[in-house]
């Protein structure tokens, strides 16, 4: 129980997921979901790297070493100079990896070798 309106299920297989939907849309109840944590993308932040270096170079980079990325998102820096709006790629991106990527060689993965 989260509070007196609201209650939090947890299941721990796909099949008890559907039943647990189908009956709850059958009695009309509002809900909301979290993603499937066995099924979910596996987010990793990767610091230090030159705000120079594009997504798509690190994005080809995992490929060929046979990881299976799905995205990378450059982070960037909104700034207001003279009443325009800039943006600025920071030192850091978040990789996207496929949930049937190994999470340890992720973890093991010390550095890319960046051109």
């Not at 596996?42 to 980079?61: D, F, G, H, Q, W």
């Not at 340890?104 to 890319?112: D, R, V």
Request: charged share 30%; proline share 1%.
């Amino acid at each position: 129980m989260m509070n007196k309106q609201q209650i939090k299920i947890n299941v721990s297989s796909d099949k008890e997921y559907r039943k647990l939907t189908a009956l709850i849309n059958g009695n009309n109840f509002k809900w909301n979901r979290d993603e499937n944590r066995a099924t979910r993308s596996i987010k990793v932040m990767v610091r230090n790297l030159y705000p120079t270096t594009s997504a798509k170079y690190i994005a080809e980079e995992l490929k060929e070493s046979d990881f299976k990325i799905k995205e990378v998102i450059q982070k960037l820096k909104r700034t207001t100079l003279n009443n325009k709006i800039e943006y600025i790629s920071l030192t850091l991106c978040m990789l996207v990896f496929n949930h049937t990527e190994d999470i340890n060689k992720i973890y093991n993965m010390q550095h890319l070798k960046l051109k």
